[in-house]
């Protein structure tokens, strides 16, 4: 389904793609509120948009955005340290866009895992060496 082979063994290990062509299937279209191909929607077993990722992006971008995914959907079964591997895993892609939200992410999980409030601390520590000046740095600076 798609052309690099890490995405394909990604999807193939973690996910039920379905793929839908807009103009065949108009109904999804409606549904989901596509505005733009390619959209890449991540459902919880309920049918619950977890994801959405609109346009092509680089590998490494895309998996990072569906290892965030994976993040999400383990916080909607309050599964917080399966959550803060694929956050953490994602926080790994430096050069991405997911590097820094799955370090915000990864810090939330532990400190609803745990609800040590240190934790929290510790997250916008983390921002003041890493990924500092991005919005997600903003966001953990009021900790």
Same mark, same amino acid.
């Given at each position: ?6 995405? $394909?063994?990604?999807?193939?290990? +973690?996910?039920? =793609?379905?793929? +839908? %062509?807009?103009?065949? +299937? =108009? +109904?999804?279209? %409606? ?6 191909? #390619?959209?890449?929607?991540?459902? /919880? #077993? ?25 993040? *999400? ?8 340290? $399966? ?7 994602? /926080?790994?892609?430096? %050069? ?17 895992? /745990? *609800?040590? *409030? ?16 991005? /919005? ?8």
């Amino acid at each position: 389904m798609y052309p690099a082979p890490a995405v $394909t063994a990604l999807i193939d290990a +973690q996910f039920v =793609p379905v793929r +839908q %062509h807009v103009k065949q +299937q =108009p +109904q999804a279209w %409606h549904r989901f509120a596509i505005r733009w191909t #390619p959209t890449v929607l991540v459902l /919880s #077993p309920e049918g619950k948009e977890i994801r959405r990722i609109e346009g092509f992006l680089p590998e490494d971008e895309f998996i990072g955005q569906l290892e965030l995914a994976l993040g *999400h959907l383990a916080t909607t079964k309050k599964d917080w340290r $399966t959550a803060e591997r694929w956050f953490e895993t994602a /926080s790994g892609r430096e %050069h991405t866009d997911a590097g820094p939200e799955g370090q915000y992410w990864a810090g939330v999980a532990r400190y609803s895992g /745990s *609800h040590a *409030h240190e934790e929290l601390a510790e997250l916008r520590r983390r921002f003041e060496g890493r990924y500092a000046g991005t /919005s997600w740095a903003k966001r953990a600076s009021v900790w």
